[in-house]
């Protein structure tokens, strides 16, 4: 019997002895290789329906983003029941994991939660209209431009403009200039998914502007979009007082083309902001450099749990040798969102590295981290 890589390394786990989960009962140490995977698959399906019957909000919300983080078809009616939950997040995020696994039954989770009583939850219900619509899709869109919440009446606009229809641009355009700096932001945020070329420009005019969160906001929205004529107004960011813009100018450096602004993300890898560092490090990766590679080994051992966190989180992105040895170092945090980040980094890893570190996390203290490891692990195995 030809063995895949991951049952590979499950054989090498049951061959030791050494592949069992005691707290759980359950023990795979004699069992082959597809048997030990498909009690692995059940146990970490039964965690996430656990996990989703939790009165704390916040474990069921973490249920539907893992099972949506899965990809797996056998999780649809799970995400089905996710998206009929009391907690507006959880069944925000039932929507939007549904969107990894099946199209048209996004589509029509979509059409349904259009209509939902939180705002939120609607304007990424039409939002996904726009994306994954069809020619009717307009007709279940448009109504929402007349919605009293203007994030509802921003997503709208920005659907049909995917959709081919510019008639409603002015819309977003016009929440650039009102309302408060979250209603703007609203605004700038959609006009960057768009990203086309006919609006990045309007995105580029905010940056000349004085108020440091609309900046930020709008590098943000930039991101991906972003131009090798933007460089000059990045390097002059980089060096603003507020760490906030010098490591969202970082990133965004990081996304043009060549090797454009190298010297100034490797100037920023000094930085007194650890905040900014990372960013630095991050984006000196994706341009293929290794330099500043010692900033990921420091972040991941930062007094402060809220950079430890960052940096697993952002290592799961990234592709570099040895990274999983100091995803294994925050998948063992004391704090429970460092783990959780690096739960999460280290699905998005995926490979036969990360079936181990998963399967320890089955046995977490804390029941989100248990549900994050499942929903991964239920992807590593599809």
């Not at 895949?4 to 009962?25: N, Q």
């Not at 998206?83 to 507006?88: G, T």
Request: proline share 2%; aromatic share 6%.
């Amino acid at each position: 019997m030809k063995l895949t890589p991951l049952k590979s390394y499950v054989f090498a786990f049951l061959s030791l002895g050494i592949f069992l989960i005691c707290s759980a009962g359950l023990s795979l140490a004699k069992e082959k290789p597809q048997e030990a995977m498909d009690r692995i698959r059940s146990f970490s399906i039964a965690t996430l329906e656990k996990a989703l019957q939790n009165e704390n909000a916040f474990i069921r919300s973490a249920a539907a983003r893992a099972a949506g983080e899965s990809e797996n078809p056998v999780l649809i009616p799970f995400l089905k029941k996710a998206a009929q939950d009391s907690y507006h997040t959880t069944r925000l995020f039932a929507l939007q994991g549904m969107k990894n696994i099946s199209v048209n039954e996004a589509r029509s989770l979509a059409i349904r939660m259009s209509k939902d009583l939180n705002v939120w939850v609607r304007g990424a219900a039409v939002e996904m209209l726009g994306d994954l619509g069809d020619g009717a899709s307009g007709n279940l869109i448009r109504p929402h431009l007349e919605s009293p919440d203007r994030a509802v009446r921003y997503s709208a606009a920005g659907a049909l403009f995917k959709l081919g229809d510019r008639s409603e641009l002015g819309v977003l355009l016009g929440g650039l200039k009102g309302g408060n700096s979250t209603d703007r932001y609203q605004a700038i945020g959609y006009l960057g998914k768009i990203g086309t070329e006919e609006v990045v420009p309007y995105l580029k005019d905010l940056l000349a502007g004085d108020e440091d969160e609309i900046i930020f906001y709008t590098l943000k929205a930039i991101g991906k979009n972003a131009d090798i004529d933007l460089l000059p107004q990045l390097i002059h960011l980089s060096k603003h007082h507020n760490s906030s813009l010098r490591y969202q100018s970082a990133l965004v450096i990081g996304e043009l083309s060549g090797v454009s602004g190298l010297e100034t993300l490797r100037a920023l890898c000094k930085d007194k902001d650890a905040m900014v560092r990372l960013s630095a490090a991050v984006a000196l990766n994706k341009k293929g450099s290794d330099d500043c590679r010692d900033v990921f080994s420091e972040g991941i051992k930062d007094a402060d749990y809220g950079i430890r966190s960052t940096t697993a989180r952002v290592l799961g992105d990234l592709e570099f040798q040895g990274k999983e040895k100091l995803l294994s170092i925050a998948i063992a945090d004391e704090n429970i969102r460092v783990r959780t980040s690096a739960t999460r980094a280290v699905g998005m890893m995926g490979g036969a590295k990360a079936f181990p570190l998963l399967l320890s996390k089955l046995e977490d203290s804390q029941e989100v981290v248990r549900a994050y490891a499942a929903g991964n692990l239920i992807k590593l195995m599809k």
